[in-house]
């Protein structure tokens, strides 16, 4: 191996590699280009912790985060982001620096921020990473392969008003209360930017397989096409029921309101997929704005959960103006009950009478 080689490998085994890289075969690396300009969204990219900014720590592929320190060496996956509580930034780098986009390893050029939000993380980028044929290394490369299950589990749908709308708490939540009355549940979160924060969430609630976008070859859903996005949600679906889960819980990140979300409600193909939704929501303002939103498409949710849950005054206030059942992390925690909103997903009784 001569000096160069030996020095590139050197510098990929010291780097931290990013959670959003975990499915990567670090042998397929073997060299480097400098055409960083090139770079599309899911593009490895080595780089160099120039200043540290908002992100402080970045979450590696072994499941934990590492602190972040001026030069050190990161792998991470050209990608858009869209977080209204952080910032919105596009699969676009500078050999001169780029912006750390997201914990998880999503690197572009911040378009804008939360005004909450410090200057992102910078990082000059060495170079994108190749393969033996001299070919950019891409996430889409190891997405996982179709599968035909011989039983389509039951599905429901996690959506929120917004970010921190309690989406994910309440997805863990009825995953462990299914869990708990004897299902095997699948986790698919559909939309997002790659972290392991709710992946770590649903394995700890005891989920039988966990999956998302990056495990159909994406680092990010913004800016992607419906159709790349519904044949994920079908890949990841037929991997759900090949590991013989008879329950499947998806998650859409973000809000109704984002562009993808939006879209992906309004298709036919995904209600097919997915024909009920759980609601998670901050207040009752918010229940009832977001369930007009989602009644004008045709979309009655099973009920109501999310931050809005914790206030038994908003949630007096939002049941009373919606007429939805409002479901607490406790409750949807319970087997029994976790066992009555499934049944309520798969009957066209109401709700409240599939409960009682």
Not at 212 to 238: C, H, N, P, W
Request: net charge negative.
């Amino acid at each position: 191996m001569n000096t160069y080689r030996s020095q590139f490998t050197a510098s990929l085994d010291g780097a931290k590699w990013a959670f959003s890289t975990r499915r990567v075969r670090r042998s397929d690396v073997v060299g480097i280009s400098d055409r960083v300009e090139e770079a599309r969204s899911g593009d490895l990219v080595l780089g160099r912790v120039e200043k540290i900014g908002s992100h402080k720590r970045l979450q590696l592929t072994s499941g934990r985060g590492s602190e972040l320190y001026p030069e050190d060496l990161v792998v991470v996956a050209c990608g858009d982001r869209y977080a209204p509580d952080q910032f919105e930034g596009i699969a676009r780098i500078d050999r001169r620096s780029a912006d750390l986009l997201a914990s998880g390893g999503v690197l572009g050029q911040m378009r804008q921020k939360n005004g909450k939000m410090a200057m992102p993380t910078s990082i000059v980028p060495v170079g994108l990473l190749t393969d033996a044929t001299g070919r950019v290394v891409n996430l889409s490369s190891y997405a996982e392969t179709a599968a035909q299950p011989s039983d389509r589990p039951a599905v429901i749908g996690l959506v929120g008003a917004s970010m921190n709308s309690g989406k994910t708490t309440a997805a863990a939540a009825l995953t462990n209360g299914l869990r708990r009355a004897g299902h095997r549940v699948g986790v698919v979160k559909i939309t997002g930017t790659a972290a392991f924060g709710d992946f770590n969430a649903y394995v700890d609630a005891g989920a039988h397989y966990v999956s998302d976008f990056v495990d159909a070859g994406m680092v990010s859903t913004y800016r992607q096409s419906i159709s790349e996005i519904e044949s994920a949600l079908d890949l990841l679906l037929g991997q759900a029921g090949q590991a013989n889960c008879d329950v499947v819980v998806v998650e859409f990140a973000d809000g109704i309101l984002q562009s993808e979300t939006a879209a992906l409600l309004r298709s036919d193909h995904v209600r097919e997929q997915v024909p009920n939704f759980v609601f998670a929501v901050p207040d009752a303002l918010s229940a009832i704005g977001g369930t007009t939103v989602l009644a004008e498409i045709g979309i009655e949710p099973l009920a109501l959960t999310g931050v809005l849950s914790l206030s038994p005054l908003a949630s007096a206030e939002a049941e009373a103006a919606t007429g939805l059942p409002i479901w607490t992390r406790d409750a949807l925690c319970d087997p029994a009950k976790a066992n009555a909103l499934l049944a309520g997903a798969t009957s066209t009784a109401p709700l409240c009478e599939v409960a009682a």
